[in-house]
Nanobody, 124 residues
């Protein structure tokens, strides 16, 4: 699976961004967004189980982000609202044909397909 993210950029605090992740194909396995800020470990943002249409968000999301999918276009989206400076990071999407996310404690090491990432900077 080949993944390509886009949509990153500079946004003011309180603003919004929508990050698309286009794939050559998606499987029935989990699809997730991760982020990594400078000097910090990569952390999971949200994971989708396509087979059950269940999603698991990290606690820090606090209802601000929404993960959606356009099956016909093989694209998933991360809609981010009410952005904060601490949301500044490189955001990457990932997928794995054999993975199921049981809860929000999904791990980057479990995913085998990754995009190159897109930078999101929240600053005034």
């Amino acid at each position: 699976v080949q993944l390509v993210e886009s949509g990153g950029g500079l946004v003011q605090p309180g603003g919004s961004l929508r990050l698309p992740c286009a794939a050559n194909k998606f499987t029935r396995g989990a699809i997730a967004w991760f982020r990594q800020a400078p000097g910090k470990e990569r952390e999971g943002v949200v994971c989708l189980n396509p087979s059950e249409r269940t999603t698991h968000y990290a606690d820090f999301v606090g209802g601000r982000f929404t993960f959606s999918r356009d099956v016909a276009k093989n694209t998933v989206f991360l809609q981010m609202n009410s952005l904060k400076p601490e949301d500044t990071a490189a955001y990457s999407c990932a997928s794995d044909f054999a993975l199921y996310c049981a809860d929000s404690r999904f791990s980057a090491s479990d995913f085998r397909s990754w995009g190159q990432g897109t930078q999101v900077t929240v600053s005034s």
